[in-house]
């Protein structure tokens, strides 16, 4: 499977004591999932080069960061070196999630249609900016969209054929 497919969990930014520990600076909503004894992850390196298979053999969450430990490394001088690398999964291995929910990679690069079916352009982007998501509509001329993820406004979302309908509130455009 292509290295871009896979989905990013977290990223080492230190080890942790000499027991080969080290921290993980999480880049998942799914930490406590990701991380629990016995998942497999990859580790990826930054530049190039081919990923490591591991398996945690143990985590906990320290501040903003989880502290693991990975089975078969023991001390600082083996995970010394893998500072810096992603940890990832592969696509398959993804987190189920609740009804009206999605993946960010699901939902960017679907076409927007208006419930009367006018096309208004392309999901580029999608922020969190507060209590809400937006999402960030590439329009065929003039400036980007900003649609905001409510009930009132996304009517529909087609994650297979890369379709959302819309319902737009006085004024979005």
């Not at 500072?83 to 609740?98: A, F, I, M, S, Y």
């Not at 580029?124 to 969209?145: C, H, I, Q, Y």
């Not at 649609?147 to 979302?157: A, G, Q, R």
Request: proline content about 6%; hydrophobic content about 40%.
């Amino acid at each position: 499977m292509a290295e871009e497919r896979r989905l990013n969990v977290g990223k080492i930014v230190n080890t942790h004591g000499i027991r080969g520990e080290v921290k993980v600076w999480p880049t998942t909503d799914f930490p406590d999932v990701r991380f629990r004894s016995g998942n497999r992850l990859l580790l990826v390196p930054p530049e190039s080069g081919e990923p490591v298979e591991v398996v945690v053999q143990s985590s906990r969450e320290q501040s903003n960061v989880f502290i693991v430990k990975l089975k078969g490394f023991d001390n600082i001088n083996e995970v010394e070196k893998y500072k810096g690398w992603e940890l990832k999964v592969e696509p398959d291995n993804r987190v189920e999630l609740e009804e009206g929910e999605y993946y960010v990679r699901d939902i960017v690069g679907c076409s927007v249609l208006t419930d009367e079916g006018e096309k208004l352009g392309t999901i580029t982007d999608v922020l969190s900016p507060g209590a809400n998501d937006v999402w960030v509509v590439k329009r065929p001329k003039g400036k980007e969209l900003l649609l905001p993820v409510i009930d009132d406004v996304v009517l529909d979302v087609d994650v297979p054929g890369k379709v959302v309908k819309v319902r737009l509130m006085e004024g979005l455009l």
